[in-house]
């Protein structure tokens, strides 16, 4: 169940030639998928030749808002890299 649910399994299982952008954020208290596989899914992406842009969120866990504050207070701001994201690799810059 957890290989399904692995974005890991996805990708090395994706037989499409096409190569696509991955964003992936990981917190780096995550006690669910552990931050090891960050860097596992980051050199899969590698090997089928997507765009990988990674980031590790420190303090926070397997879940959190696109804006957010953790446990000790501080506070991530993920959208102004999502939107950046998006816009590179989907439509470009809004008019």
């Not at 765009?51 to 446990?71: C, I, K, L, Q, T």
Request: hydrophobic share 35%.
């Amino acid at each position: 169940m957890n290989r399904l649910h692995s974005p890991r399994h996805w990708v090395l299982r994706n037989e499409d030639s096409a190569t696509r952008p991955v964003l992936h954020v990981q917190g780096d208290a995550d006690e669910i998928v552990y931050p090891e596989q960050h860097a596992l899914f980051e050199s899969d992406c590698a090997s089928r030749g997507y765009a990988f842009e990674g980031m590790v969120a420190g303090g926070f866990g397997h879940s959190f808002a696109v804006r957010d504050r953790n446990a000790r207070g501080e506070t991530i701001d993920l959208g102004p890299k999502v939107v950046e994201f998006l816009e590179r690799h989907l439509a470009g810059p809004a008019d």
